[in-house]
């Protein structure tokens, strides 16, 4: 999908709040780290040196998700982090 100018506009006159996770919050995010781990899950909380991710836990042996877990990463270990943006309809 290329990004045509009236979204390259609203991307441009949007108002961006002051802590960037705030993007992310209660999202489904992909972070991924300086080590070059991936998880994925709902950033639910930022604190001032790490954030809280919620993830799916599988089993070593099974592809079935087996329960839910908390993970908190420090941010001076992520790399960088993404997640979808859906695109409005016409």
């Known amino acids: 999908m290329?990004?045509?100018?009236?979204?390259?506009?609203y991307y441009k006159n949007y108002d961006y709040p002051v802590h960037a996770y705030t993007f992310f919050h209660n999202k489904f995010t992909k972070v991924h780290l300086l080590d070059g781990k991936t998880f994925s899950g709902y950033l639910i909380k930022e604190y001032t040196y790490e954030i809280l991710l919620i993830v799916n836990r599988k089993s070593k042996d099974s592809d079935t998700?087996?329960?839910?877990?908390?993970?908190?990463?420090?941010?001076?270990?992520?790399?960088?982090?993404?997640?979808?943006?859906?695109?409005?309809s016409k």
């Open 2 to 9: 290329a990004i045509d100018k009236a979204r390259l506009d």
């Open 65 to 88: 998700i087996n329960a839910e877990g908390r993970i908190m990463i420090p941010k001076h270990s992520i790399k960088y982090v993404e997640n979808t943006i859906k695109a409005k």
